[in-house]
DNA sequence: CGAATTTAGTTTAGGTATAAACTATCGGCG
DNA sequence: CGCCGATAGTTTATACCTAAACTAAATTCG
């Protein structure tokens, strides 16, 4: 019976742990999220996933498919096609047929979109290198390591619950 | 020339390093709430965001008034009102004017919503020991810390931000 | 070759997020 | 008492998210 006890205890104690890690995680994600969503908005007037979106094509700059945003973005197809539309309509990206395949297009930033990116960019990695600044070099290094394990095991046992 | 170079070649390394940080963060927040959403939706036919209002809730089994859930949730309080009027509609809470206030309203778990959400969270504390099982206790309880010091560090820097 | 399947992208329906404008009540103060 | 600023909550406009249904083009294979 002890050990029965003991084992039960230190599970449920395990797994507070484990939904209170959760829950800090979300937390800190939310707070950094939300404050540049609201300086992107203030300061250049635009929204966090179509600063990402224009990020991941400046990475790219022989142009992506919008398949290809949709997977680097984690996110649905029907959000990219929005989004599209309107970085389009404000020029900041041109659009154009795959060679080969009249399916898919292939989205570039335009010569307005990598001048506008730039300086967002700038700026945005300011405000994380500011938001970061409380934990000293060794310690980010530490929870990059750590969270480079926990999204190992993620997407390993996704592939798994392919149920 | 030379000290300067290398001082802003740290610097730049440096704000690459809290970049990805961030980057990661983000990607592991994402997925650990995107599994946890589609299967309290498979499971449960519920979303996160009312299964954190419900969590709120029992917490609190005196009731919270709307402003209350809706600064522990971190949302604005809009939300809250139709989350409210949902959970309300499917007999989950109760909602009686606040004594004294009558502005005010207090929201409980109604009966049924208690014994709905006693099921569900067991299911989701399953879940979220699951995924994080990759990482070991002792890396828990550092990832715990780690994050602490960032939300303490992103607190203080906010007020300070009352620019 | 031509039907069946897959893939690229769009559209639609339902839910959640914010910010800002609005209603109703509360509390203080002359 | 009566006005006035603060507070509780709702509503509205806009943007984003997913899942699922849909169109069109590409690919597979008998």
Redesign the pocket.
């Known amino acids: 019976m002890r050990e029965r006890v003991d084992t039960e205890s230190r599970a449920t104690h395990d797994d507070h742990l484990s939904v209170r890690v959760w829950l800090r995680l979300l937390a800190c994600t939310n707070l950094i999220g939300?404050r540049v969503a609201?300086r992107l908005r203030d300061d250049f007037d635009i929204?966090?996933?179509?600063f990402d979106f224009m990020s991941q094509l400046e990475r790219n700059p022989g142009g992506l498919?919008?398949?290809?945003i949709s997977k680097r973005?984690?996110?649905?197809?029907?959000?990219?096609?929005?989004?599209?539309?309107?970085l389009l309509a404000e020029g900041l990206i041109t659009r154009s047929v795959?060679p080969?395949?009249?399916?898919?297009?292939i989205v570039k930033l335009s010569a307005a979109g990598r001048r506008a990116f730039g300086e967002m960019a700038r700026r945005h990695e300011g405000w994380i290198v500011e938001m970061f600044a409380g934990v000293s070099e060794t310690e980010r290094n530490q929870l990059y390591a750590l969270l480079a394990k926990l999204k190992r095991h993620l997407n390993a046992v996704e592939s798994a619950a392919a149920r």
Chains 1, 2 share one sequence.
Not at 47 to 50: A, D, E, F, Q, V
Not at 73 to 86: E, F, K, L, S
Not at 100 to 105: I, K, Q, T
């Open positions: 939300g609201s929204t966090l996933p179509r498919r919008m398949t290809e973005m984690m996110v649905t197809g029907g959000n990219i096609t929005r989004i599209a539309d309107q795959a080969g395949d009249r399916r898919a297009s």
